[in-house]
């Protein structure tokens, strides 16, 4: 399992299960499981087939989304995890190949360095000022309103109304950076003439929206 937080004292070892001999004698044996490509990052593949449950060669949605963990050791969200799926799935197969996440982890790692670096007080959650901060240093100066919606939308638990919202999760808060990307994108192919505001159609906005991570 990998924790995309901070580092824990409690580590999480792989261990195979030890069946006695002759378990599945009643059942077909399970898939053959060929080894690493050439060149491959011994503990890379080891994270890999670690995470491929079914031995398949290659990952699903679901046998991603156990394998990920934020800070708190709460699971990522299957909304993160299909972006990323999204994102790395780069044959459209539906599934994750070796090489598509060595791409993924480089990315999460990245990622992480972000999340750390703004996550000023250690939290392990990203809140209004640092949410702030760090869409100003990727050059998205939202106004004080649209921050608030971003916190909102996609706080780690429901905004009760009393008090600041419980902050931004790791897994949440890379969605929300590339949907502000994404959108932001979006927007200035429309803007032609880059005077900050566009005219488009009903469908043309929804596209948009819908299209967003």
Not at 189 to 205: C, H, K, L, P
Request: net charge negative.
């Amino acid at each position: 399992m990998y924790n995309a937080g901070y580092p824990s004292r409690h580590q999480s070892y792989y261990q195979p299960s030890s069946q006695p001999q002759g378990y599945y004698r009643n059942q077909p044996p399970p898939a053959q499981y060929y080894g690493p490509p050439p060149g491959a990052d011994p503990q890379l593949w080891q994270w890999f087939s670690n995470v491929d449950k079914d031995h398949s060669g290659s990952i699903t949605v679901h046998e991603l989304q156990n394998a990920l963990v934020n800070g708190d050791w709460t699971r990522f969200d299957l909304d993160t995890v299909k972006m990323l799926m999204s994102i790395f799935d780069t044959d459209r197969s539906g599934t994750i190949n070796f090489t598509e996440f060595v791409g993924l982890w480089k990315y999460i790692s990245d990622w992480q360095n972000v999340f750390r670096h703004f996550d000023k007080d250690r939290s392990g959650s990203i809140e209004g000022r640092e949410l702030s901060e760090a869409l100003r240093s990727f050059g998205y100066n939202l106004s004080p309103p649209l921050l608030t919606l971003i916190e909102q939308k996609y706080a780690s638990e429901p905004v009760s109304g009393y008090g600041p919202p419980p902050g931004i999760t790791f897994d949440r808060f890379v969605r929300a950076c590339v949907n502000v990307k994404t959108l932001t994108e979006a927007f200035q192919r429309e803007d032609t003439d880059r005077d900050g505001w566009i005219q488009i159609s009903y469908e043309r906005f929804m596209t948009i929206v819908l299209s967003a991570p």
